[in-house]
């Protein structure tokens, strides 16, 4: 008797998670939404858990966590998915995620791999062509960061010039 009173409650229960969430594409307004609003406290503990860097450093291997989490864990939102299972989807992202920053900080071969290394695009004053092609910055792009950075200081006023691994552009100007 018990039992059977229990399974009945568990029965309900289902039925209303079922409402409430739905099942599949076809969803109501109200079913999307509730999804949305687990879906993101669930993803906001998997980004924490992640680490801060996975949205700070802006580097390749970060936009990676960011691209596939929000398009997997907006399978779940919309029904595309079964949602638990693309919840574990996001939870493995984030635990490989994670796995590969702790592996990049041990071994900084593997960190090369992963970040890839900055590229000095002037040295001295003088502009390396090759650098500058191999980045795919222009002389365009290189004059902004200068002026943004170095206050419109003339390139043989220039120490360094890099491109960082996240993508922006340092400038170091020579000490006078």
Request: proline share 3%; hydrophobic share 50%; with cysteine.
């Amino acid at each position: 008797m018990q039992r059977t009173a229990r399974q009945g409650k568990a029965r309900q229960m289902m039925q209303f998670v079922d409402l409430l969430f739905g099942q599949g594409s076809d969803l109501a307004p109200w079913q999307m939404a509730a999804r949305a609003l687990v879906v993101f406290f669930l993803a906001l503990v998997m980004i924490r858990a992640s680490g801060r860097r996975s949205f700070g450093q802006h580097s390749p291997f970060d936009a990676c966590i960011t691209v596939l989490l929000g398009a997997v864990l907006s399978r779940a939102v919309v029904g595309a998915s079964p949602f638990w299972s693309t919840m574990a989807a996001g939870a493995a992202l984030v635990v490989t995620h994670r796995l590969v920053a702790l592996a990049s900080m041990r071994w900084p071969r593997f960190e090369g791999l992963v970040n890839g290394h900055e590229i000095t695009l002037v040295r001295n004053g003088e502009m390396d062509e090759d650098a500058m092609r191999h980045a795919l910055v222009s002389r365009k792009d290189l004059d902004q960061a200068m002026r943004q950075q170095a206050k419109g200081a003339p390139l043989d006023e220039v120490e360094r010039a890099v491109l960082e691994r996240d993508g922006k552009l340092s400038i170091l100007k020579r000490r006078t």
